[in-house]
């Protein structure tokens, strides 16, 4: 199926940038019939912040229905950025009406201040998400590289291949905060299918 990409900008002060992509390809994740979800995934950071939207439809099939990175300017204050993430969080919720959000879990970092720099980028990511309603699961940096490659210590190249692979997307999703976005997704959808079946099968036991 022909990949049909938009490009949008949002531009406070011409600081700011949005790449996104619309696609709706064909995979399968999971023979299994489920309802129908849909997830925005998210990967934080203090200059770009990517996301990605996955649907896994009733038959099983995984539908990546767009993705892309908002992007600033290390030379904006923080308070700035923050409010331009959350607003265009707040947009991307609004007009693909995810279901639930996923982002990664806070890690340890060396340098102090960026790590507290990046816990208040989740914060406005999750406030974003609860102030629509939605619930927001955290995943730890393993639990996605094993969801997505099945090793928890996958090079960050070979995660952005098979998330090209898993949604069958015809290039690399770019920039990589993207692609890191969508497997965070992929790796909330695999987690609600293993739930699912076992709840299928305590109720059959």
Avoid: W
């Avoid at 947009?91 to 995810?98: H, K, L, R, T």
């Avoid at 997505?148 to 998330?163: F, I, P, S």
């Amino acid at each position: 199926m022909n990949c049909a990409c938009v490009a949008a900008g949002f531009r406070p002060g011409g600081k700011s940038r949005v790449r996104q992509h619309s696609q709706e390809p064909k995979t399968s994740i999971s023979s299994v019939k489920l309802a129908l979800m849909r997830v925005l995934g998210i990967d934080c950071g203090t200059e770009c912040t990517g996301f990605g939207v996955v649907e896994l439809c009733a038959n099983g099939k995984l539908l990546c229905l767009r993705y892309g990175a908002i992007k600033l300017s290390s030379r904006e204050a923080l308070a700035s950025r923050l409010a331009t993430i959350f607003a265009q969080l707040g947009a991307v919720i609004q007009q693909q009406q995810p279901e639930q959000v996923a982002i990664e879990e806070v890690f340890y970092s060396v340098n102090a201040k960026s790590a507290l720099k990046l816990g208040q980028v989740r914060g406005v990511a999750m406030l974003a998400a609860s102030s629509a309603g939605l619930h927001v699961a955290e995943y730890a940096p393993l639990s996605i590289k094993s969801a997505v490659v099945g090793y928890g210590r996958a090079e960050k190249h070979q995660v952005q291949h098979m998330v090209a692979r898993l949604l069958d997307l015809r290039e690399v999703p770019e920039p990589a905060d993207a692609a890191d976005a969508l497997a965070i997704a992929i790796c909330h959808l695999n987690t609600s299918v293993t739930l699912q079946r076992q709840r299928q099968r305590s109720a059959t036991a």
